[in-house]
């Protein structure tokens, strides 16, 4: 079993939908976890974080941490063509000295 | 500001020829590491250090070397590079491995390295 698991993709979704990204993983000790978009052929940048379980709200973005069913999801409301990206799930457990990242759900926001 | 850089950007290079991708961030951050992301695999750890002298192996160290001399800069060495290490390579810092819990590491821009 994948320490952290993602659905390939590609999600499509109708510009002004709701897109919903979801990630499981298997360390149940895993502190904190985090979501990062990435365009093709640039760096990972930081959407959001979250280490409590239920909601955070960010401006478009939801994450929601489910530690007792050790999955976390990515909520995009009112989705844009520019939110199409790679989005990776990364998780921090506290016992290794990186983040350890899923391979990625690739977000397609159609017109 | 608050960068990650890193140095060449392209690389196409021969088999068994030794390079070095620089890393360099400005940010007084202890802990870097190095990532390379290939096709269905994901962001893969190959060497961090904790910080200046203090480095260790990720998930996929073999080929490679790393050294810390300075807080500021983490070069990548690849002494006799193979055809498998072509990738994107990522370098990544954070203030301490502690952050994690709360914030999270700065990428630098990527070297897409092709070994032929």
């Known amino acids: 079993q994948k320490e952290v698991e993602q659905n390939s993709g590609p999600l499509s979704v109708p510009e002004g939908a709701i897109a919903s990204l979801n990630c499981t993983y298997s360390?149940?000790?895993?502190?904190?976890f985090f979501w990062y978009r990435q365009y093709s052929g640039k760096s990972p940048e930081l959407i959001m974080f979250?280490?409590?379980?239920g909601d955070k709200e960010d401006g478009r973005f939801t994450a929601q941490l489910n530690k007792a069913s050790q999955y976390v999801s990515l909520l995009i409301r009112d989705s844009q063509p520019s939110d199409s990206a790679t989005y990776l799930c990364a998780i921090y457990t506290g016992t290794a000295s990186k983040l350890t990242f899923g391979t990625g759900t690739r977000l397609q926001v159609t017109l | 500001e608050a960068q990650v850089t890193q140095n060449p950007r392209y690389l196409i290079t021969v088999t068994g020829k030794k390079l070095t991708v620089t890393c360099s961030q400005n940010?007084?951050?202890?802990?870097m590491s190095w990532y390379r992301q290939d096709p269905g695999l994901g962001l893969r750890q190959i060497y961090y250090?904790?910080?200046?002298?203090?480095?260790d192996k990720g998930d996929v160290p073999e080929g490679y070397k790393v050294s810390r001399k300075e807080k500021r800069n983490f070069p990548l060495i690849l002494e006799s590079p193979s055809p498998n290490q072509t990738s994107l390579y990522f370098c990544a810092s954070s203030l301490t491995l502690a952050d994690f819990n709360t914030d999270t590491q700065y990428f630098g821009p990527g070297t897409r390295l092709t070994v032929l």
């Open positions: 250090s904790m910080n200046v002298e203090v480095t």
């Open positions: 979250i280490y409590s379980n």
């Open positions: 360390d149940r000790g895993s502190q904190s």
């Open positions: 940010m007084n951050h202890e802990y």
